[in-house]
T-cell receptor
Framework: EAQVTQNPRYLITVTGKKLTVTCSQN?????MSWYRQDPGLGLRQIYY???????DKGDVPEGYKVSRKEKRNFPLILESPSPNQTSLYFC?????????????FGQGTRLTVV | DQQVKQNSPSLSVQEGRISILNCDYT??????FLWYKKYPAEGPTFLIS?????DKNEDGRFTVFLNKSAKHLSLHIVPSQPGDSAVYFC??????????????FGKGTHLIIQP
């Protein structure tokens, strides 16, 4: 079954404690992205990756890092989380360039930073 | 500065009637538009898309209309069913030439289908 898997689904952490949210896809997609969803703001792109070792900033990259060492995995790293990073995070993958951006999303990770 | 706008946070429609969800955009470089549907506790799922070279795309009960001159698109659902109750996100993409995954989303519209 084609899927994007995020872990964990729920996480409560304290300010400043480094954390990683994992994302894995089994569709051999080249493109992967991270989004955050906040009330009243919709989905905003954090980082994206066009292929292995190729990553770039989205609209709201501050406070986040990513890596793409393998095609299937695209972890999101918060080196020093802050309360304003409390949000619902979605990982997505897609087959290719903008004209084919029918992305598949993971189920989401609800992060609370206290 | 919101480039994709969904001005109705929620919409209530009777079962069997037509649901019309609207989306406006400001970036004239957008040339591909998508609608995603999201149920609570799940990730968004792709619903339907349209390229800027078309003005209409139909898939079963779902039709998307694009009016480029007005920078407006709409999603029509006919007939509306209870399972259509969800949040609908409008998204847009511009061919940046670099192949970037540049989906810009609206804030979403919560569609409620009433029996």
């Amino acid at each position: 079954e084609a899927q994007v898997t995020q872990n964990p689904r729920y996480l409560i952490t304290v300010t400043g404690k480094k954390l990683t949210v994992t994302c894995s896809q089994n569709m051999n997609h080249e493109y992967m992205s991270w989004y955050r969803q906040d009330p009243g703001l919709g989905l905003r792109q954090i980082y994206y990756s066009m292929n292995v070792e190729v990553t770039d900033k989205g609209d709201v990259p501050e406070g986040y890092k990513v890596s793409r060492k393998e095609k299937r995995n695209f972890p999101l790293i918060l080196e020093s989380p802050s309360p304003n990073q409390t949000s619902l995070y979605f990982c997505a993958s897609s087959t290719g360039p903008p004209l084919n951006t029918e992305a598949f999303f993971g189920q989401g990770t609800r992060l609370t930073v206290v | 500065d919101q480039q994709v706008k969904q001005n109705s946070p929620s919409l209530s429609v009777q079962e069997g009637r037509i649901s019309i969800l609207n989306c406006d955009y400001t970036n004239s470089m957008f040339d591909y538009f998508l609608w995603y549907k999201k149920y609570p506790a799940e990730g968004p799922t792709f619903l339907i898309s349209i390229s800027s070279i078309k003005d209409k795309n139909e898939d079963g009960r779902f039709t998307v209309f694009l009016n480029k001159s007005a920078k407006h698109l709409s999603l029509h659902i006919v007939p509306s069913q209870p399972g259509d109750s969800a949040v609908y996100f409008c998204a847009a993409s511009a061919d940046s030439g670099g192949g970037a995954d540049g989906l810009t989303f609206g804030k979403g519209t919560h569609l409620i289908i009433q029996p």
